[in-house]
């Protein structure tokens, strides 16, 4: 992920004294990065942090550092109003690429050049020309059981693995 600094913050002072007390590892990430994570809005990020909801934030100068917890900022639960639709713990199902035909048949009839792979991640779709994934990943036939978008065929990708796609002119 880019963007993503890394802190150590100490237990107590015994930790610079070499004694078994415990250390943290705390990964600090953005307002952007915490949006994404929890599948809200930058604006609602904003709102939380002025609240004083999102546990351990702290502003650095200009911009806030938001510790990730179990890989995801912990909001603390508002007295009033209806209860928060972020996301409570991390996604773990996969992503999945698969070739559009409906995009593919229509570049052949029309000879257009419309982008025809898809990068399905979570409820998000990217369209893209080309695709370059780093790090294992598996390709999954199942004409029974078919993705909602109809595809039978498809790869699948761990969330973790970083993945780039090109859209070309």
């Not at 773990?92 to 898809?118: A, G, W, Y």
């Amino acid at each position: 992920m880019k963007g993503v600094s890394r802190s150590v913050e100490f237990a107590d002072d015994r930790v610079k004294n070499n004694s078994s007390a415990r250390v943290y590892l705390l990964m600090f990430v953005g307002t952007t990065e915490a949006a994404c994570l929890l599948c809200i809005s930058c604006q609602r990020i904003r709102q939380l942090l002025k609240d004083g909801r999102i546990r351990g934030a702290k502003k650095v100068g200009r911009f806030w550092q938001i510790p990730l917890f179990s890989g995801i900022p912990q909001i603390i639960e508002g007295t009033r109003g209806p209860q928060g639709n972020w996301r409570k713990r991390l996604q773990c199902s996969p992503t999945k690429i698969h070739v559009n035909r409906h995009k593919f048949d229509s570049n052949q009839r029309q000879k257009e050049n419309e982008p025809m792979l898809v990068v399905h991640k979570g409820k998000k779709s990217q369209y893209c020309h080309e695709v370059e994934i780093f790090g294992p990943c598996k390709l999954v036939y199942r004409p029974h059981s078919p993705l909602n978008s109809g595809a039978k065929l498809w790869i699948e990708v761990d969330q973790e693995i970083q993945i780039t796609t090109k859209t070309f002119a």
